[in-house]
């Protein structure tokens, strides 16, 4: 009930287009939502984040969908660019816990 | 400001052998955890530490221990280690009350470990 499922596990997306990755959970006590940005040599860095109680944020090109009934929530990535190229994670938590992450989705946009 | 720095970058160590992985945050954050990133498996908690003076154990824990040494540093000890240690070491700090909207998580580069 503490998993966080993501998928795909990779991701090859043409320069401009859109790069979509989901990612489900179980426990419906989780009250945070955070997609982390990896590229390769350096710690994950956050890139976005989303409360329960809203369907949708955007930030620049970067949109999270977050269906509560579903319990599903993807990262949108409009205009997809080569610096895009990183590992993504979702993840999350409850109540100010421990983070727990997804397996990662390896995207690589390419020109 | 350096945020969390993780020392060493690069390690190789031979099974059975010991080392110290050495973490310090200058974010005045309470909370300071310890996660491994293995293809794959996306990070997994080791250990943390909700604030100076406490410890507990996360998803992982065999083979590891760990010393909050005080506010700013938290340090990750391989007893023995073995080849199923290997892998990318990330240290992480929050603020007051964990990991939440108001207080994300933040990371250190990682320390990259092989172990033969």
Redesign the interface.
């Known amino acids: 009930q503490q998993q966080v499922k993501?998928s795909p596990?990779s991701l090859i997306v043409q320069k401009g287009g859109i790069s979509i990755i989901n990612c489900a959970y179980e426990n419906t006590a989780f009250?945070?939502f955070?997609w982390?940005q990896q590229f390769p040599?350096?710690?994950?860095?956050?890139l976005i984040?989303i409360?329960p109680d809203v369907s949708e944020k955007k930030e620049g090109r970067f949109t999270i969908s977050f269906n509560k009934s579903a319990k599903q929530f993807s990262l949108h990535i409009m205009d997809s660019q080569p610096g895009d190229s990183a590992t993504y994670?979702c993840a999350a938590?409850m109540?100010?816990?421990?983070?727990i992450?997804?397996?990662?989705t390896e995207l690589s946009v390419k020109p | 400001n350096a945020g969390?720095t993780q020392t060493p970058k690069f390690q190789v160590l031979k099974t059975g052998q010991s080392m110290t992985l050495q973490c310090a945050q200058d974010m005045n954050h309470n909370s300071m955890?310890w996660?491994r990133q293995d293809p794959?498996?996306?990070?997994?908690?080791i250990y943390?530490s909700a604030s100076e003076g406490t410890t507990d154990k996360?998803e992982v824990p065999n083979g590891y221990n760990v010393s909050r040494l005080n506010k700013r540093e938290f340090s990750l000890r391989l007893e023995s280690a073995a080849p199923s240690q290997t892998s990318v070491y990330?240290c992480?700090s929050s603020g007051r009350?964990?990991?939440?909207?108001n207080?994300?998580?933040?990371?250190?580069?990682?320390t990259r470990l092989t172990v033969t």
């Open positions: 993501q596990q009250d945070y955070p982390y040599g350096k710690g994950p860095a956050l984040a409360r994670f938590s109540q100010g816990g421990k983070l992450f997804g397996q990662g | 969390v955890y996660y794959g498996m996306g990070l997994r908690l943390y996360g990330f992480a009350g964990g990991t939440g909207y207080s994300p998580l933040h990371f250190g580069n990682g």
